[in-house]
């Protein structure tokens, strides 16, 4: 049996797409700006989007080994001692975690250079990305320039 679809059946709707951007105005004088912001930008700075998309950024950037990430050195010491109270700021980045604004908002990227990178790689808004402990931890440590 076979049956036709009415005009009263509904469509399924497809996903908005989303849009990486930056705010010029959040971008310091050498084209840096933080995840967070990037990530607030692309979510009309709603708190709760924009920690998602700031999880789901930086999972993608660890699974890639991306390099340009910079931290002074004040707040890669912040976070190394974070990290030796607290295993989260470095394991959990998911959008119900405060440790995700943490970091991300630590975590200066060249901002037009990330987002074509992300488009380059294929990066999509509403995969999970989830590297392992291990490779967390190491993208943090050996690849994160301290500035």
């Known amino acids: 049996m076979t049956t036709e679809p009415t005009e009263e059946a509904e469509t399924p ?5 989303v849009v990486l951007q ?6 310091d004088e050498h084209g840096f ?3 967070w912001n ?9 708190t709760a989007r924009t920690r ?3 999880g789901r950024i930086l999972g993608f950037l660890c699974k890639k080994e991306y390099e340009h990430v910079v931290v002074s050195s004040t ?9 030796e109270r607290e295993k989260a700021i470095i394991y959990n980045w998911k959008a119900d975690s405060e440790t995700t604004d943490a970091i991300t908002q630590h975590a200066h990227v060249p901002a037009a250079s990330m987002i074509s990178f992300l ?12 590297p392992r402990r291990a490779d967390r931890v190491a993208w943090f440590q050996e690849k994160w320039g301290i500035g």
């Open 13 to 17: 709707e497809a996903a908005p797409e």
């Open 22 to 27: 930056y705010n010029k105005d959040d971008v």
């Open 33 to 35: 700006t933080s995840v």
């Open 38 to 46: 990037v990530a607030a930008a692309t979510c009309d700075g709603d």
């Open 52 to 54: 998602d998309m700031a």
């Open 75 to 83: 707040d890669a010491q912040y976070l190394d001692e974070w990290f």
């Open 119 to 130: 488009k380059r790689e294929k990066f999509k808004p509403t995969a999970n990305y989830s």
